[in-house]
Antibody
Framework: EVQLVQSGAEVKKPGESLKISCKGSGYSFTSYWIGWVRQMPGKGLEWMGIIYPGDSDTRYSPSFQGQVTISADKSISTAYLQWSSLKASDTAMYYC?????????????WGQGTLVTVSS | SYVLTQPPSVSVAPGQTARITCGGNNIGSKSVHWYQQKPGQAPVLVVYDDSDRPSGIPERFSGSNSGNTATLTISRVEAGDEADYYCQVWDSSSDHSLFGGGTKLTVL
């Protein structure tokens, strides 16, 4: 069974750094791209970026380029999303997703989400 | 940049058919995917590549895509279908993804 299991909720202060994780299991972790999706409170889904764990090739949405870093450690089947200096506006639920493919690319499996709260 | 437009809300009575649209310039030339998100839960893929269903998704969920509009159709709507629905495309020219703004389906 394919599973993406994310790290737990975080409460941070503005300016602090943070790294959240997403561990894949039940499939070949290095063969599928893993992405991140943000959902701010009461709002819609926003695609942030994606990484190919096989060679760490990474793509970022223009809206998130330079704001976050996506990485992966294939030895432990885990992808990461990190911030160097959090802002209150980073408060959101963050989902990791596996990119599936047919005629195009879609997100066939989702993690349970990691709630990040940034407040002074 | 490419934009996907969804109506904020759609309402339907139980047993009727709900149609949720996703508009975009020549969206018929792209493959469209749909997700269902119930309150407090992660989204779930319900239709991919315009009209295919993942394993475990009821046949009541179907999709179509032509011209400037893609449509998710839910037949014989049940109370349990009440959720937010999002369309998504992959823009091959930029190698980026994009979601529509989401539609809240209310079952009356």
């Amino acid at each position: 069974e394919v599973q993406l299991v994310q790290s737990g909720a975080e409460v941070k202060k503005p300016g602090e750094s943070l790294k959240i994780s997403c561990k894949g299991s039940g499939y070949s972790f290095t063969s599928y791209w893993i992405g991140w999706v943000r959902q701010m409170p009461g709002k819609g889904l926003e695609w942030m970026g994606i990484i190919y764990p096989g060679d760490s090739d990474t793509r970022y949405s223009p809206s998130f380029q330079g704001q976050v870093t996506i990485s992966a450690d294939k030895s432990i089947s885990t992808a990461y999303l990190q911030w160097s200096s959090l802002k209150a506006s980073d408060t959101a639920m963050y989902y990791c997703v596996r990119r599936g493919y047919g005629f195009s690319y879609y997100f066939d499996y989702w993690g349970q989400g990691t709630l990040v709260t940034v407040s002074s | 940049s490419y934009v996907l437009t969804q109506p904020p809300s759609v309402s339907v009575a139980p047993g009727q058919t709900a149609r949720i649209t996703c508009g975009g310039n020549n969206i018929g030339s792209k493959s469209v995917h749909w997700y269902q998100q119930k309150p407090g839960q992660a989204p779930v893929l319900v239709v991919y590549d315009d009209s295919d269903r993942p394993s475990g998704i009821p046949e009541r969920f179907s999709g179509s895509n032509s011209g400037n509009t893609a449509t998710l159709t839910i037949s014989r709507v049940e109370a349990g279908d009440e959720a937010d629905y999002y369309c998504q495309v992959w823009d091959s020219s930029s190698d980026h993804s994009l979601f529509g703004g989401g539609t809240k389906l209310t079952v009356l």
